[in-house]
């Protein structure tokens, strides 16, 4: 297992010790990192751990459903205690993007129905300021070229030069989300207002949601690739 992966692992462990309590209803997370916490977790599960939870991605709830835990539907779930999810990037702020994994839109939902957010990384997730990641943002396949050159727009507005680029698969068909739009990556470079472009973003007719994250996370579990780890609240 690469340095990584180890560190992944390792912030998976800490969110368990220093977060997830017994009886809890909790929100689990995309992407790799997650799913590193998510395996850990079903250890917990079966050794006798009760929690609730439900995902906010098909894959999430394979891998859960793999280690033994129960997935629930999300309406069924009421308010979520807790949601750990990972970041594409990060700062110091806890502002984040993600969507690498084109899940943005269901792991906002969840975050927002959670009670608090905890981000989970490892250490080359941290940045000074988010931006280099191209940022996701998932929009309905209906006119997509044009809501695409709105967005633009709005990019240029915030002095960003990012070409949107719709995401494509090997095959050049374009990726659609488990919610069945497409997603356009914008390589924006330094965002200097992220709080302010992600209301833009979504004021715009077609976008559904985009991967800037600005007031979700409580704080952070970073595992670091010397196999310690560290929480930044
Ligand atoms: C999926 C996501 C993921 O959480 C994000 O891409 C991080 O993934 P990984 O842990 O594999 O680096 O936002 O949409």
Redesign the pocket.
């Known amino acids: 297992m690469s340095a990584q992966d180890e560190a992944?692992k390792v912030a998976g462990r800490r969110v368990i010790e220093e977060f997830v309590r017994d009886g809890m209803k909790l929100g689990l997370?995309?992407?790799?990192?997650?799913?590193?916490f998510v395996r850990e977790l079903g250890k917990h599960v079966a050794g006798g751990m009760k929690l609730t939870c439900t995902t906010?991605?098909r894959s999430t709830n394979d891998v859960a459903r793999e280690v033994g835990i129960q997935i629930v539907d999300p309406n069924d779930i009421g308010e979520i205690d807790l949601t750990i999810?990972?970041?594409?990037e990060v700062d110091r702020q806890l502002n984040m993007?993600?969507?690498?994994?084109?899940?943005?839109l269901w792991?906002k939902i969840v975050a927002h129905a959670s009670k608090r957010m905890i981000c989970?990384?490892?250490e080359s997730?941290i940045v000074d300021q988010i931006g280099k990641f191209p940022l996701?943002v998932e929009v309905v396949q209906f006119a997509w070229k044009q809501t695409e050159r709105m967005v633009a727009n709005t990019l240029a507005a915030h002095g960003l030069s990012g070409v949107p680029i719709v995401r494509r698969m090997r095959d050049g068909q374009p990726v659609v989300t488990d919610s069945g739009n497409f997603i356009l990556d914008c390589r924006c470079g330094a965002i200097s207002e992220p709080a302010k472009l992600e209301i833009e973003l979504n004021r715009i007719p077609g976008v559904v949601e985009n991967?800037l994250f600005t007031r979700e996370a409580a704080g952070m579990v970073v595992g670091c690739f010397d196999g310690t780890s560290y929480v930044s609240m």
Request: glycine fraction near 24%; charge should be negative; charged fraction near 25%.
């Open positions: 992944k997370g995309s992407g790799t990192t997650s799913h590193f906010t991605s999810d990972g970041p594409d993007i993600k969507g690498g994994g084109a899940c943005l792991e989970i990384c490892d997730k996701p991967g």
